[in-house]
């Protein structure tokens, strides 16, 4: 499967920013959709950003709509996502995936996952 790399997370005060990045390498694969996807302790998986890698269209969370973006760079095959006004509850491991589908919430659809990053917000 390809790699994905994730990076950016960290420790931010309530209200502070973050960008996270997920670099995808390894192998050639469709450039169909990728997502990102959080879990906290005690918490469901939720994902929480898709993009279609065509195009860019975009989809979001209701939990995180209106501060979190979500974008691409298709030479560098590379997904961030800009995180504004951090709540404490957005902490959590951040994951990125990649997918045969454009802008899937469910798992199962998800077929390369990075190794997370964490991302503490403190209020």
């Known amino acids: 499967q390809v790699q994905l790399v994730e990076s950016g997370g960290g420790v931010v005060e309530a209200g502070g920013s973050l960008r996270l990045s997920c670099a995808a390498s390894g192998r050639t694969f469709s450039r169909t959709g990728m997502g990102w996807c959080r879990q906290a302790p005690g918490k469901e998986r939720e994902f929480v950003a898709t993009i279609k890698w065509t195009g860019g269209v975009t989809t979001y969370a209701d939990s995180v709509k209106g501060r979190f973006t979500i974008s691409r760079d298709n030479a560098k095959n590379t997904v961030y996502l800009q995180m504004n006004s951090l709540k404490p509850e957005d902490t959590a491991v951040y994951y990125c995936?990649?997918?045969?589908?454009?802008?899937?919430?469910?798992?199962?659809?998800?077929?390369?996952w990075g190794q997370g990053t964490q991302v503490t917000v403190s209020s």
């Open positions: 995936a990649t997918s045969g589908y454009s802008f899937s919430t469910i798992e199962r659809d998800y077929d390369s």
